[in-house]
C-alpha cells in the first residue's frame, strides 16, 4: 500500500459572497505525480495558496498533514520550511539579481562571521542546476534569459530548499513543444528521485502523459479520481471538470471572406532588450475582413512584438500600416483604438487589466468617453454595459464590484475581452488568448471568436499551440529569424510542416 506524504481533510475555505473549497479532502502518495484538474474557479488555485502558506490556517477550516504532522502554517517561508515548494504559473523572479542570487535568495549561505559566503552561493546554484539539467553560468542576469530558463532556474530555487513536496501552476504555459518534454522528463526525474508533485495544468495531453493520478475539482469540490493505471477516458475527465458533455472544443470554421481590411508593409521592430538588434527583420502580411489570421513559431520569433508594434505599445523603425486601403500612422495605443484595432496581451497580469480596480471598471475602460454626459460619466450605462457582457460571457463572480485580481484567469481573460468586444472594433489581436484556461472557457472563447468573425471582425490570433492554430485559422503565417519563414492555407498546414517551418528547416 502506498504511503501518503500530504494529506487534506475537509478543507474549507470562504470569501466574502462564495464558498471558493467545500470540504475538499484527497491525498498525496510517495514518489507520485498527482494532478489537478478543473475549471478556472473550481478552487485548484485556492487549495495551493493553503498549501503553500498564503492563506494562513486560521483562515480556513479543516486539516493539512505533512509526513503525519499537521501543518500550521501562516506564510510561505514557513511552508518551504515544512518542505512544500511551489512553482507558479507567473514567475515571481528578481529579473535584474543573477541566477546564483535568484537560487538561494533568502537563504544564503554564510560564513563564520556571518557574512554571505559567496563561494558557497556558487556551489550551491550549480548544484541544483545540475539536477534540472541546465548549463548555465550562475553569475547570469535573469532578465537576460529566455522563459524556459527562467521557469528551470524556478525549479532549481525551489530544490535548492529541500522539498518533500512540489507544486507546480501551469509550468509549461510560456514554453514550446520540446521545452515542455524537457520540463516533464525533469518532473519525472524528480519524482523517482523521492519528490511527490503536484501538477496544475489545463493540458490534458501533458497530464495523461505525466501523471500517475488525476483529482477533478469543480465549483470547489472535489468530483472524481482517475488513475494512469486504470486508463485515462478524457471524454470522462471533461464531463467531470465541467458538469456537462462538451459536444466540441472547436467550432466549425466556415464563411465567406471579405476583402482586405488590414496591410502591413516591411515591419521592423527592435528587440526590447537587446540595443541595437532587430526582434523584427522584414515583414509584411495581410487580413482579409471577417478572416482568423494565426501567427506561429517558436518563442523568441517575434511574434508578440510584432502585433505590440502594429498596435504602438512598441517602438518600429520603420513600417506601413494599411486599413481598407488607406495608410494610417499609429504611434500610441489610443490612435489604434480610434481606428477599430482591439488587443488582448499575453501579459494580462502586466498590460490587461488595472489590479485596483474591479470587474465594471475593467470592462468600461475603452468606452469612458462615449459614457460622459455632462462632464461625468453616466453611471447607469456604464453598469448596465458592464451587466450585459458579464452575462454573456458567464463570467464567474459574485458580482460586477468583485476586485478583478480576486477572479481565476479564465474569468480575468473573458473581462478583458468584454473590454475590446463593448469597442466599435474591426480588427481584434489576440496574443495566447487560451493560455492557462481550462477546457470549458476554451470552448467559449473559440466560440466567441467564430461569432464575432461571422459579424465581420478580423482577428489575429497567436499561440503556441498547434491544435488551435489549425483548428480556429484561415490561414497561418509562421515566423522566424525576424521574416515570414512561411505562409500556409488552413487545407495546407499541419503540425509538421508548421514546426518545419518555425525551425527555419
Not at 489576440?430 to 473559440?446: A, F, M, N, Q
Request: aromatic content about 6%; overall charge neutral; proline content about 2%.
Amino acid at each position: 500500500m502506498k504511503q501518503a506524504i500530504l494529506t487534506i481533510e475537509n478543507v474549507m475555505k470562504r470569501f466574502p459572497g462564495t464558498i471558493a473549497l467545500k470540504g475538499v479532502s484527497f491525498e498525496l502518495y510517495s514518489k507520485e505525480i498527482l494532478a489537478l484538474a478543473g475549471e478556472n474557479g473550481a478552487g485548484k488555485s485556492t487549495l495551493m495558496k493553503i498549501l503553500s502558506g498564503i492563506y494562513s490556517h486560521k483562515e480556513y477550516e479543516g486539516k493539512v498533514t505533512l509526513n503525519g504532522k499537521e501543518c500550521l502554517l501562516t506564510g510561505t517561508a514557513m511552508a518551504e520550511n515544512a518542505g512544500i515548494a511551489m512553482i507558479y504559473q507567473e514567475l515571481n523572479m528578481e529579473l535584474d539579481l543573477s541566477v546564483a542570487e535568484n537560487i538561494v535568495l533568502g537563504k544564503f549561505p554564510k560564513t563564520k562571521w556571518g557574512s554571505i559566503d559567496w563561494k558557497q552561493v556558487q556551489l550551491e546554484a550549480e548544484k541544483v542546476l545540475q539536477q534540472v539539467g541546465l548549463e548555465l553560468d550562475t553569475n547570469t542576469i535573469v532578465r537576460n534569459l529566455n522563459p524556459s530558463m527562467q521557469q528551470l532556474v524556478s525549479i532549481a530555487r525551489a530544490l535548492y530548499r529541500n522539498p518533500k513536496v512540489l507544486i507546480l501552476d501551469e509550468p509549461t504555459s510560456v514554453l514550446t513543444e520540446r521545452e515542455a518534454k524537457k520540463l516533464m522528463q525533469i518532473i519525472r526525474k524528480l519524482r523517482d528521485d523521492g519528490i511527490s508533485c503536484i501538477y496544475i495544468s489545463h493540458k490534458l495531453d501533458e497530464i495523461f502523459d505525466l501523471c500517475d493520478r488525476i483529482v477533478v475539482f469543480r465549483d470547489g469540490e472535489k468530483i472524481s479520481e482517475h488513475r494512469k493505471d486504470e486508463g485515462y477516458d478524457s471524454s470522462k475527465l471533461i464531463e467531470d471538470m465541467i458538469g456537462r458533455r462538451l459536444k466540441a472544443m472547436f467550432p466549425n470554421r466556415a464563411g465567406y471572406l471579405g476583402e482586405e481590411i488590414l496591410r502591413i508593409e516591411h515591419f521592423q521592430v527592435p528587440h526590447p532588450f537587446a540595443y541595437g538588434k532587430n526582434m523584427i527583420e522584414d515583414v509584411s502580411l495581410t487580413l482579409k475582413k471577417g478572416e482568423i489570421l494565426g501567427l506561429a513559431g517558436l518563442v523568441g520569433s517575434g511574434r508578440s512584438e510584432l502585433v505590440s508594434a502594429i498596435f504602438g505599445a512598441m517602438p518600429k523603425n520603420r513600417g506601413k500600416i494599411y486599413l481598407e486601403n488607406q495608410e494610417i500612422r499609429i504611434q500610441e495605443p489610443y490612435e489604434a483604438i480610434r481606428y477599430g484595432f482591439g488587443f488582448l496581451s499575453e501579459d494580462r497580469k502586466k498590460n490587461g487589466y488595472i489590479w485596483s480596480m474591479n470587474i465594471q471598471e475593467n470592462m468600461t475602460l475603452v468606452m469612458l468617453r462615449s459614457m460622459v454626459k455632462k462632464l461625468f460619466v453616466d453611471a447607469k450605462k456604464e453598469e448596465a454595459m458592464a451587466k450585459e457582457y458579464f452575462q454573456r460571457l458567464k463570467v464567474k463572480a459574485p458580482g460586477l464590484d468583485t476586485m478583478i485580481t480576486s477572479l481565476s484567469g479564465g474569468n480575468q481573460q473573458k473581462v478583458i475581452l468584454a473590454k475590446w468586444l463593448m469597442s466599435d472594433i474591426k480588427i481584434l489581436m489576440l496574443d495566447e488568448p487560451t493560455r492557462g484556461i481550462d477546457v470549458g472557457t476554451k470552448s467559449e472563447i473559440y466560440k466567441l471568436m467564430q461569432e464575432l468573425t461571422e459579424n465581420g471582425i478580423s482577428i489575429i490570433m497567436i499561440s503556441s499551440e498547434m491544435s488551435e492554430l489549425l483548428s480556429m485559422c484561415d490561414r497561418i503565417v509562421v515566423l522566424g529569424k525576424g521574416v515570414v519563414q512561411k505562409e500556409f492555407a488552413k487545407d495546407e498546414a499541419d503540425e509538421i510542416r508548421l514546426l518545419q517551418a518555425a525551425s527555419c528547416i
